[in-house]
């Protein structure tokens, strides 16, 4: 006990310096994280009143706060007395070991990248992609968070977004509803062209341009099928879809037309 604290007494200039070097490079620690907020706050309330999307936002706010914490973090070793030169090559040699094992990460990561550049789609857009279907929240460093109609958030790999179709129901403005209503064979095909035309002429949501289409699609073995196909506005895709499906079955019946659905005949042979 004694030796050390004759070591503590004759060093103790060095003690004290150190201990200041390394309170130091806490406060550039803790200062450097709120700097990387701030800045990634501010930069991105300027890029909100441009219009630019929040998927966009998200993400280069996530690159801003992790380039200026590493930018503190090599601060901070040099100030403790850590030669920042041979420690970016540690790093360096590090970052090759680390990214060969995490190379799902880094493929994340770029596929990251790829959706900023190209935009297949936007905060707020619904979509189908990496197998899951959603309204965009949005795109992150290694993943893209989309909530589902349900009220789901799923966090999706970037990279198996951009290994996979994309599709986007929202970035045109308008959309086919395709419906196929299958009829008996008993029924009159002019009178049941008649009877789905004036539903869809009843619907004020149908587009004029482009003009709908009712035609004989099929001739299947137990009915006659017709394929409705309107256009809408993307907005209104699904309210229509529903409506026309309800009040379509409920014309059928007023006028007469048969809609067919599997049956069995069971015959029963009496034996003597």
């Known amino acids: 006990m004694e030796q ?18 390394f309170v130091v490079a806490i406060i ?15 930069m991105g309330k300027g890029m909100e009143k441009r219009g630019t999307d929040k998927a966009v936002i998200s993400f280069l706010g996530a690159i801003v706060r992790s380039v200026i914490f590493i930018a503190a973090v090599l601060m901070a070793l040099s100030q403790v007395g850590v030669e920042t030169t041979s420690f970016i090559a540690i790093l360096g040699a590090a970052g090759l070991a680390i990214g060969l094992s995490l190379q799902g990460s880094l ?14 789609f936007r905060a707020g857009e619904y979509v189908d992609a990496g197998g899951v279907s959603g309204t965009v929240q949005e795109v992150n460093i290694f993943q893209t968070i989309l909530k589902t109609p349900d009220n789901k958030v799923v966090f999706v790999p970037n990279a198996q977004i951009t290994g996979s179709p994309i599709t986007n129901y929202n970035r045109e403005d308008t959309r086919r509803v395709d419906l196929l209503i299958g009829v008996s064979y008993d029924a009159d095909l002019h009178k049941t062209k008649e009877v789905l035309e004036s539903v869809l002429a009843a619907e004020s949501r149908l587009l004029k341009d482009p003009a709908w289409n009712i035609q004989v699609h099929a001739l299947n073995s137990s009915s006659v099928d017709f394929i409705v196909r309107p256009w809408v506005k993307s907005t209104d895709y699904w309210g229509v879809y529903w409506d026309l499906m309800r009040e379509i079955k409920i014309a059928l019946d007023k006028n007469d037309i048969g809609i067919p659905y599997p049956q069995m005949d069971v015959h029963l042979h009496k034996q003597d």
């Open 4 to 21: 050390v604290m004759s070591w503590i007494s004759e060093n103790q200039d060095l003690i004290l310096s150190y201990t200041v070097k």
């Open 28 to 42: 550039i620690l803790i200062v450097g994280k709120i700097v990387a907020n701030s800045v990634a706050k501010i």
């Open 107 to 120: 493929s994340n990561m770029a596929s990251g990248v790829l959706i900023i550049l190209f935009r297949p």
